[in-house]
């Protein structure tokens, strides 16, 4: 099961040229950046080979000749080559590291905006810690390679570039002799690439699988200490880390073996430098100095080599989360504003029609669609105040999810002050419509932000006034700092009447046409109940409302009760006249109430 869940963390092909270009758009914007740290490593790897050329001119030249002035100049050339390569190192590595910065900024800027713009139905498909892991870990990654490897890369050709040009210039059938282990070195590292790349993989999946059991654990630790399972979840822990251990260890076991192996290459590339180079040198056809020379050359030859090979895993592990977040990042958008939106009319008063709307958020399994609201019509006047009912599942909080556009119809249409909403643009639209749910959420920001949202167009006055007349300025100013108390991660600390009061007071602070409350009494007790309604009654004068309620005390004076049942409208009229009518209204009724009066007894 385990490996099911993390299947996303198995790798693809280790390069995919099409993921490449669309990476390498990214530094469109900063191509001149990119330049330049192409020409700093373009120096640092020339003055790279500096050394040992001067020490070849030293041995050969200066000291034979006795020559202290060029010896002088020699060393400071040397000296200088190295202060040189130094800077240009240095800088190139502000330049990447800058490059990385701004490209992992670009992205998880464009990434959040796109999640900002998914609808409700992606949301529902996609767990919030996946998406966590795309926005943080992913583009991570991705900031390594842009600082780390895509090009930095280059320093690496082009040192091994000159390096193999100084060889063949100095001495053609000494570099040919070095170049004899390239196979061996060749065929170590292409061992490595695919042991590494497996290693990887297992322990991406084990770290997402910790990741997993940790969330979990900790978000219903509440149960975990209810039913004693601590020593057990501590267990299971233990084996998902020793699983991890295990993946790391495999990993550092390969690494353990490649360095050294390369190491192992590079000594015997030195030894036949030393063979081979000793016996032309007493025929007389090479210098000390060119030997000396080699043997530097040789030990940085390899060396690129080997950061090729690791950046090598760098490329591959972004080539895997590359694929992530373009995946995300061309998400189709289902609910977009209209190419040539209307305006509602700023005196329509908030009338609502739902004109024969279906609706259906999956598939049967014989593919058809599994209608939720079926053949749905009914208006609601400006200022009226309509509550809808019905047992759970018949369709009640989908009408509001379709009048809010978090959904679109099916069939049918929605119309608000006689403009379909689907012609609408989004901000406007949700901006005529205050909506206030059971399950209320509550940023970790004080008070007064959570009930203005960072808005500046709603002035401090206004914040109060609301927070007055929903009742919630009495709990809020004993806060020990009043509007500027923060809540806690989702308003933890705040009672739940206290925090649907301040729900409240938010959907009053933004002043909307449209009054909706999803079940917003459902989870209060009888003292902050009596609050909200004592409050709603008076703020709703003149607001057109939409009520979804399971307490059906809490509408009876609603101008009209619209009764739900497997998808339809089936009942509509006053409190009064459904009881009247004694169906199923009246049956809820009836049900809701015997239950109430055993339990009170």
Avoid at 21 to 40: E, I, K, Q
Avoid at 92 to 99: F, R, V
Avoid at 472 to 489: M, N, S, T, V
């Amino acid at each position: 099961m385990a490996a099911t869940l993390h299947e996303e963390d198995a790798l693809g092909k280790a390069y995919d040229a099409r993921l490449m270009r669309r990476l390498l758009r990214y530094l469109t914007p900063y191509r001149w950046h990119v330049a330049g740290a192409l020409v700093l490593l373009l120096f640092a790897s020339g003055t790279a080979i500096v050394g040992p050329w001067i020490t070849q001119l030293v041995i050969d030249e200066a000291i034979p000749q006795g020559d202290t002035r060029l010896l002088g100049l020699l060393v400071g050339a040397y000296v200088g080559s190295l202060v040189l390569q130094f800077g240009f190192q240095y800088t190139q590595s502000l330049i990447t590291t800058w490059l990385g910065q701004s490209v992992m900024y670009d992205l998880r800027t464009e990434i959040f905006a796109k999640l900002q713009e998914l609808d409700l139905r992606f949301y529902d498909r996609n767990p919030i810690g996946r998406l966590m892991t795309r926005i943080t870990n992913d583009v991570e990654t991705l900031n390594n390679l842009f600082s780390s490897g895509v090009v930095t890369v280059f320093g690496d050709l082009f040192t091994l570039g000159f390096i193999v040009a100084a060889m063949l210039a100095m001495s053609w059938e000494l570099a040919l002799v070095s170049f004899s282990v390239l196979p061996l070195v060749f065929l170590a590292a292409f061992v490595f690439r695919a042991k590494i790349r497996q290693a990887y993989r297992d322990i991406r999946v084990r770290i997402a699988r910790i990741n997993a059991f940790l969330q979990e654990r900790i978000t219903g630790v509440g149960v975990v200490q209810l039913f004693n399972r601590e020593e057990a979840d501590a267990r299971r822990l233990a084996e998902l880390n020793d699983d991890h251990l295990q993946a790391h260890l495999r990993s550092i076991t390969y690494y353990a073996l490649f360095f050294p192996t390369i190491q192992l290459f590079t000594a015997i590339a030195l030894a036949l430098i030393i063979w081979y180079g000793g016996a032309r040198m007493l025929d007389g056809f090479v210098t000390v100095g060119v030997i000396a020379a080699f043997l530097q050359y040789a030990r940085r030859f390899f060396r690129p080599i080997q950061d090729l090979s690791e950046k090598y895993n760098l490329l591959q592990a972004a080539m895997a989360s590359s694929e992530r977040v373009f995946q995300l990042l061309d998400e189709e958008v289902e609910i977009r504003d209209p190419a040539s939106p209307r305006s509602l009319p700023s005196d329509g008063g908030g009338s609502i029609r739902f004109e024969n709307v279906w609706f259906a958020y999956g598939e049967t399994a014989e593919g058809e669609p599994d209608w939720v609201l079926k053949d749905v019509s009914f208006s609601v006047a400006p200022g009226e105040k309509v509550a809808i009912v019905g047992h759970t599942g018949a369709g009640k909080t989908t009408i509001i999810n379709l009048l809010m556009r978090f959904h679109d119809v099916g069939r049918g249409r929605i119309l608000l002050d006689g403009v379909p909403i689907g012609e609408v643009a989004l901000p406007e639209l949700r901006a005529r419509i205050g909506l206030v749910l059971q399950d209320v959420f509550l940023f970790s920001q004080d008070v007064e932000y959570n009930i203005r949202l960072g808005s500046p167009d709603i002035p401090e006055e206004r914040i109060r006034d609301a927070a007055n007349r929903i009742g919630a300025e009495e709990f809020i100013e004993r806060l020990d700092d009043g509007y500027r108390q923060p809540l806690g991660e989702r308003g933890a600390n705040l009672s739940v009447g206290e925090r649907q009061l301040v729900s409240f007071a938010r959907a009053l602070a933004f002043d909307p046409d449209i009054l909706v409350l999803d079940e917003a009494t459902s989870s209060v007790d009888s003292d902050f109940e009596a609050k909200i309604e004592a409050a709603t009654d008076e703020l709703l004068t003149g607001r057109t409302s939409l009520v979804i309620a399971h307490r059906l005390s809490t509408i009876r004076n609603a101008d009209r009760i619209l009764v739900m049942h497997h998808g339809r409208v089936q009942e509509e009229g006053s409190h009064e006249a459904l009881l009247a009518e004694g169906g199923l209204y009246a049956r809820l009724h009836e049900l809701q109430f015997a239950v109430a009066g055993s339990g009170s007894g």
